[in-house]
Nanobody, 119 residues
Framework: QVQLVESGGGLVQAGGSLRLSCTISGSIDNVNYMGWYRQAPGKQRELVAAVTSGGSTNYADSVKGRFTISRDNAKNTISLQMNSLKPEDAAVYYC?????????????WGQGTQVTVSS
């Protein structure tokens, strides 16, 4: 099993910054993808940013240039630096990890952390 614990959410004014962190523990061998997703009320969960074990990153168009995902392998954490926050960035942010074992894929989620952006 893989456990994911997020931290760093909160309330910020529009234009401000927040940094989310996710610590991964457990059976983390073969985890080859980690990312951040978000879900606003009444909307589907969507990808925000992701990083592969090889260091490749992917961002939603809506956050490019404002958010940065990073990975610290020594600490088994990923972080999401969010700058220039907008009210539409408000959502519950979830950490996600995926691992592949003998061709089978497994997906894990954190419990989520609330980000609120006031206008």
């Amino acid at each position: 099993q893989v456990q994911l614990v997020e931290s760093g959410g909160g309330l910020v004014q529009a234009g401000g910054s927040l940094r989310l962190s996710c610590t991964i523990s457990g059976s983390i061998d073969n985890v080859n993808y980690m990312g951040w997703y978000r879900q606003a009320p009444g909307k589907q969960r969507e990808l925000v940013a992701a990083v592969t074990s090889g260091g490749s990153t992917n961002y939603a168009d809506s956050v490019k240039g404002r958010f940065t995902i990073s990975r610290d392998n020594a600490k088994n954490t990923i972080s999401l630096q969010m700058n220039s926050l907008k009210p539409e960035d408000a959502a519950v942010y979830y950490c996600n990890a995926r691992k592949t074992i003998r061709g089978s894929s497994f997906t894990y989620w954190g419990q989520g952390t609330q980000v609120t952006v006031s206008s």
